[in-house]
């Protein structure tokens, strides 16, 4: 699976372009994370790549056709979002939030198959949401609702997997599981693409690195290549400290946020 884009372009009303000229190219497998400050444009290019957003100029292609030429169904096949959010909360139990995502897999009539109840059952295992199945999403924690938006985006089963910050709201230990969930996808061969504002998490996990900045690419290469004072710098400011983790065979960059000096509180 090819997903690629082409000068990508896409302003919001009123504002300075969101997505300026993108030009990208990834193949799965891979991890790639799309790292950036607040505004920097990976949301709407996530939401572009899925086809919920329509480029004013450039095009999103899938495996070579322009995304639009494709059925909604094979779409649906091929590539699943994961918002940062959802606007309001549906009056749904867990179980049938997760099965909404096998919508493009049901047959004749929408009716539901034991595999789809499978793949339900199998994404519910692993975003540890087994003992939830029966709640409402209204009566869940921002981090259960978060588990199970991913839920539903693995059952899916699609060969892309995009994800808005999923590790948002997550407490450690989830977030840990998140990564690793995203890490065994892809070794399953899927392209998982996801923004975050973790740093420390995309050096440990991803095979690739897309730095944005005012809607541009602003650096793209491995962890290593991407993740380094002279890249991040003038992208984020200089309140970053930079250092490394994990010994010779598994090292990786470690980025936190530096206190700047002389603001210690009285």
Request: proline share 6%.
């Amino acid at each position: 699976m090819k997903l690629e884009t082409q000068a990508l372009r896409f302003a919001w009303a009123g504002e300075v372009l969101a997505v300026d000229g993108v030009q990208l190219e990834w193949r799965a497998p891979g991890l790639i994370s799309l790292i950036g400050p607040n505004g920097s444009g990976k949301s709407t290019l996530l939401r572009l790549l899925a086809g919920l957003l329509e480029p004013q100029a450039g095009r999103v292609l899938l495996d070579g056709a322009p995304l639009p030429t494709h059925a909604p169904k094979r779409c649906a096949r091929a590539i699943a979002l994961l918002p940062q959010y959802l606007p309001r909360l549906p009056e749904v139990r867990v179980q049938d939030f997760v099965l909404s995502g096998r919508y493009a897999h049901l047959e004749q009539w929408n009716r539901v198959a034991a595999r789809d109840l499978e793949a339900v059952r199998r994404a519910l295992v692993e975003c540890d949401l087994i003992g939830l199945e029966q709640r409402s999403m209204a009566e869940l924690s921002g981090g259960q609702r978060q588990r199970v938006l991913i839920a539903r985006a693995l059952a899916q089963e699609a060969a892309v997997l995009l994800f808005d910050e999923p590790t948002n709201a997550l407490d450690p230990e989830h977030q840990v599981q998140v990564l690793e969930l995203l890490e065994a996808q892809r070794r399953l061969g899927r392209l998982v693409v996801a923004a975050t504002h973790d740093l420390n998490l995309a050096a440990q996990y991803s095979t690739q690195v897309v730095l944005m900045h005012a809607g541009r690419i602003a650096a793209s290469g491995t962890v290593l290549e991407v993740m380094r004072p002279s890249v991040l710098g003038p992208v984020y400011g200089a309140h970053l400290s930079y250092d490394c983790a994990g010994g010779e065979a598994g090292a990786y960059p470690v980025v936190r946020a530096l206190r700047p000096q002389g603001s210690a509180s009285t």
